[in-house]
């Protein structure tokens, strides 16, 4: 059964740190480019980041120097590193996969093959 799974989310107040897991079961990550994605109430859709197959990572300049991507391939996991987190911050995260290449100018807008269910990232006093 393909599945992926987001954890992490959670209630922070503004300056604080999180980690969000995206779990891949029946497949595995190493061989997808993924990517994280969130949407907050209102607001579009926003590709947040990514780490390439052969594990280049792109951020978007609203996250830059905050967040970081990692895969971990023995757990077949990616983590996003969410530091110095601010209020606008606060939305639904989703990681999703997509099977060839990405680069700078591609990441955020190629089709995403297979998408998580999500995990609420709440910044607030």
């Known amino acids: 059964h393909v599945q992926l799974v987001e954890s992490g989310g959670d209630l922070v107040q503004p300056g604080g740190s ?8 029946g497949f595995t990550l190493s061989g997808y ?3 994280w994605f ?3 109430p209102g607001k579009e859709h926003e590709g947040v980041s990514c780490v390439a197959i052969e594990d280049n990572t792109y951020y978007a300049d609203s996250v830059k120097g905050r967040f970081t991507i990692s895969r971990d391939n023995a757990k077949n996991a990616v983590y996003l590193y969410m530091n110095s987190l601010k209020p606008e911050d606060t939305a639904v995260y989703s990681c999703a996969v997509y099977k060839g290449r990405v ?6 807008s190629v089709e995403y093959d297979f998408w998580g269910q999500g995990t609420q990232v709440t910044v607030s006093p």
Do not use: F, K, M, P
């Open 18 to 25: 999180l980690r969000l897991s995206c779990a891949a079961s």
């Open 33 to 35: 480019a993924v990517g």
């Open 38 to 40: 969130r949407q907050a």
């Open 103 to 108: 680069n700078e100018q591609t990441w955020s």
